[in-house]
């Protein structure tokens, strides 16, 4: 079974720039995560997706941030502009249909460090 | 609020027993997971408690305490790969912002709220 794929692996920009971050989930998850980890952190939800729909995004900085999930599979994260704190690991997880007791199944993340 | 609390650093031996202990407060509760993470890659399931007691799993065992809001990552054995960062981790309803509606049959709005993660450190 496939993993979690996301892209790119790092990235490196500088302030004030836009990024923007891709996920493909594992096929036939409906729950769809973005976490960012800051350096010596624990990952922090951003947003969470069931199928095309978002469920949670209290945390996510929405005049920087955004995301979307249009068909229910794949999502992009996207920074605009980019500050020096946003450096951190993008980690996207899913998992089957977002149950309480579901574990969550982790992408690599992508790297991002603003100069 | 929410606040899950684990030490920050650890170190054992090879062959040693180590116990690595999670509090944690948050505004409800569906479970706590543990996660292993090695650095530079991802978070990778470990465990999972949702009733008082002790998970066990091979090598790792878990240990759950409700009423104090406290739970435990038990490695015995220790080898030199286990030296990775280990990640508590407590199931809460997230907070609803957007006009999605449940789907029926569907748990949505469940998410994983991490501590800060304790990185553990095996020396031969």
């Known amino acids: 079974e496939a993993g979690v794929a996301q892209s790119p692996r790092y990235k490196i920009i500088e302030k004030r720039q836009s990024v923007a971050f891709w996920c493909n989930p594992i096929s036939g998850h409906a729950t769809l995560y973005w976490y960012q980890q800051i350096l010596g952190q624990g990952p922090k939800l951003l947003i969470q997706f069931q199928n095309n729909g978002v469920v949670d995004d209290s945390q996510l900085p929405k005049d920087r941030f955004s995301a979307e999930r249009l068909k229910g599979v794949d999502s992009t994260l996207k920074i605009q502009p980019a500050k020096l704190e946003d450096s951190a690991v993008y980690l996207c997880?899913?998992?089957?249909?977002?149950?309480?007791?579901?574990?969550?199944?982790f992408g690599s993340g992508t790297q991002l460090s603003v100069l | 609020g929410q606040n899950i609390d684990q030490p920050t650093e650890m170190t054992a031996t090879e062959g040693a027993i180590v116990q690595i202990n999670c509090t944690y407060q948050t505004s409800g509760f569906n479970g706590l997971f543990w996660y292993q993470q090695h650095a530079g890659e991802a978070p990778t399931f470990l465990s999972y408690?949702?009733?008082?007691g002790l998970e066990e799993k091979g090598r790792f065992s878990s240990f759950l305490s409700r009423s104090k809001g406290y739970s435990y990552l038990l490695l015995k054995e220790l080898q030199m790969k286990d030296s990775a960062s280990y990640l508590c981790a407590v199931s809460s309803p997230t907070t609803t912002s957007s006009a999605l509606e449940p789907e029926r049959g569907n748990q949505a709005g469940t998410a994983l709220i991490f501590g800060k993660g304790t990185t553990l450190s095996v020396s031969s």
């Open positions: 997880a899913s998992s089957s249909v977002g149950g309480q007791n579901e574990k969550l199944f």
């Open positions: 408690n949702v009733l008082d």
